[in-house]
Nanobody, 125 residues
Framework: QVQLVESGGGFMQAGGSLRLSCAAS????????MGWFRQAPGKEREFVAA????????KYADPVKDRFTISRLNAKNTVYLQMNSLKPEDTAVYYC??????????????????WGQGTRVTVSS
């Protein structure tokens, strides 16, 4: 079992920055990749970014490329999402997820076994 706890969400004006954190605990030795997803009101959960645990390979959704950066600190079992140049359309609940057995970062929800409770990000125009 893996437990994931997100933090760092909040309110921000458009153009500002926020950094989300996700701390993993439990059977973290089996984690091969972690990802961030988001769900806006009335919409389906969508992929944002992912990173492999060993080599740090990354993958981003097109709407956040060049604005968001995913990183990890293996020693702390923590993954981060640095969000710059925020837009109102980035408003959503952001979820952290962990996967076993991935050789590369995945944008598929079904690839991830464990999920955090989410942290809300609100961007005002």
């Amino acid at each position: 079992q893996v437990q994931l706890v997100e933090s760092g969400g909040g309110f921000m004006q458009a153009g500002g920055s926020l950094r989300l954190s996700c701390a993993a605990s439990g059977s973290t030795f089996s984690i091969s990749a972690m990802g961030w997803f988001r769900q806006a009101p009335g919409k389906e959960r969508e992929f944002v970014a992912a990173i492999t645990w060993n080599f740090g390979s990354t993958k981003y959704a097109d709407p956040v490329k060049d604005r968001f950066t995913i990183s990890r600190l293996n020693a702390k079992n923590t993954v981060y999402l640095q969000m710059n140049s925020l837009k109102p359309e980035d408003t959503a609940v952001y979820y952290c997820a962990a996967a076993y057995g991935l050789a590369s970062p995945s944008n598929y929800l079904s690839a991830y076994k464990y999920w955090g409770q989410g942290t809300r990000v609100t961007v005002s125009s």
